[in-house]
């Protein structure tokens, strides 16, 4: 899948404040893994979804250490953008976040609960992109990626996230 199939022979979406769509859904097994693609996963609270390298603990940053990684979230209008305006294309899965979302400003997520599909999760702080991305990626994605690269987030509540599922803000 390429970013283009994101939006296929879509008109351009104006980003809503406090709801959107889940437009795609990646893990990785383990740390420097290929992302591998999902139509849906089960999240687990405290924990992260099924099968990828943070709920085992073997992601690069393993374990963690205080820094919420049980989901990362992106939002496919900045790797459009990305692509776009910086050259730079990124296909889904590349940004190395599991979920690819729509029409949902994810930087106002921070601080806020959320639904994911069935899950219910917290934002805690902006995911930025580092030079391990860069260097797995071989792009230069981090100062362009600067303050809109995702967010991460905690699982408060489990439950399947699937693609065209919806992400709506709680409170």
């Avoid at 406090?18 to 609270?45: F, K």
């Avoid at 049980?70 to 939002?75: A, P, S, V, Y």
């Avoid at 190395?96 to 999760?121: M, P, Q, S, W």
Wanted: proline letters at 5%; glycine letters at 12%; hydrophobic letters at 40%.
């Amino acid at each position: 899948m390429t970013t283009d199939e994101l939006a296929p022979d879509a008109a351009p979406v104006a980003i809503q404040a406090w709801t959107g769509t889940v437009v795609a859904i990646h893990i990785a097994p383990g740390r420097g893994e290929p992302m591998l693609g999902l139509d849906r996963v089960r999240a687990i609270a405290g924990v992260g979804l099924e099968g990828d390298r943070y709920a085992a603990q073997t992601g690069h940053w393993s374990p963690n250490t205080g820094v919420d990684r049980d989901i990362t979230l992106i939002e496919a209008e900045v790797i459009e953008d990305l692509a776009a305006t910086d050259g730079i294309r990124l296909d889904p899965g590349d940004s190395r976040r599991n979920v690819t979302t729509r029409g949902i400003r994810l930087n106002e997520l921070v601080g806020r609960r959320f639904r994911v599909g069935d899950a219910i999760c917290e934002g805690t702080r902006l995911c930025e992109p580092c030079q391990y991305l860069t260097d797995l990626l071989g792009k230069p994605v981090l100062k362009p990626l600067a303050h809109r690269a995702g967010l991460r987030a905690r699982i408060l509540e489990g439950g399947e996230i699937a693609v065209g599922a919806e992400v709506a803000a709680l409170d």
